[in-house]
Antibody
Framework: EVQLVESGGGLVQPGGSLRLSCAASGFTFSSYWMHWVRQAPGKGLVWVSRINSDGSSTSYADSVKGRFTISRDNAKNTLYLQMNSLRAEDTAVYYC????????????WGQGTLVTVSS | SYVLTQPPSVSVAPGQTARITCGGNNIGSKSVHWYQQKPGQAPVLVVYDDSDRPSGIPERFSGSNSGNTATLTISRVEAGDEADYYCQVWDSSSDHWVFGTGTKVTVL
């Protein structure tokens, strides 16, 4: 059974940093592209970032470029999102999603982890 | 950047058909995917590649895509179909996923 479990969310002050993790199981993690998607309270889904299967290629939404870094450890079956210079508008539930094909759609999603940026 | 527009809400009686549109410039040339999200839960893929269903998704969910509009159709609507629905495409020009604005489906 495919499972994606996010962790690392919490309350952080503006300007602070946080690292999210997404532990994958039930599939060959190293064969799949992965994404982060966020959802602000009461709002819609917004794509954040993606990484290819071996970690050599990444892409970011303009709103997070230069502040967030996506990475992965295929030996540990884990996806990461390092978030720096956090702003109030980064407050959201962050989901990791497996790409069902190359850069196409999310066929499995984690349950999400809440990040709150507030003083 | 590429924009996908959905109606904010759709209301439908049980047993009837709900149609949710997703508008985008020449969207018919792209593959459109649809997600269902119930309150407090993660999104679930219900249709991919315009009209294909993942395993476990009822045949009541179907999709089409042509011109500037893609449509998710839910036939014989049930109370359990009440949720938010999002369309999504991959925008090749930006190498980004793009989500629609979302549609809340209410079962009367």
């Amino acid at each position: 059974e495919v499972q994606l479990v996010e962790s690392g969310g919490g309350l952080v002050q503006p300007g602070g940093s946080l690292r999210l993790s997404c532990a994958a199981s039930g599939f060959t993690f190293s064969s799949y592209w992965m994404h982060w998607v966020r959802q602000a309270p009461g709002k819609g889904l917004v794509w954040v970032s993606r990484i290819n299967s071996d970690g050599s290629s990444t892409s970011y939404a303009d709103s997070v470029k230069g502040r967030f870094t996506i990475s992965r450890d295929n030996a540990k079956n884990t996806l990461y999102l390092q978030m720096n210079s956090l702003r109030a508008e980064d407050t959201a539930v962050y989901y990791c999603a497996r790409d069902g094909r190359v850069d196409d759609y999310g066929d499995y999603w984690g349950q999400g982890t809440l990040v709150t940026v507030s003083s | 950047s590429y924009v996908l527009t959905q109606p904010p809400s759709v209301s439908v009686a049980p047993g009837q058909t709900a149609r949710i549109t997703c508008g985008g410039n020449n969207i018919g040339s792209k593959s459109v995917h649809w997600y269902q999200q119930k309150p407090g839960q993660a999104p679930v893929l219900v249709v991919y590649d315009d009209s294909d269903r993942p395993s476990g998704i009822p045949e009541r969910f179907s999709g089409s895509n042509s011109g500037n509009t893609a449509t998710l159709t839910i036939s014989r609507v049930e109370a359990g179909d009440e949720a938010d629905y999002y369309c999504q495409v991959w925008d090749s020009s930006s190498d980004h996923w793009v989500f629609g604005t979302g549609t809340k489906v209410t079962v009367l």
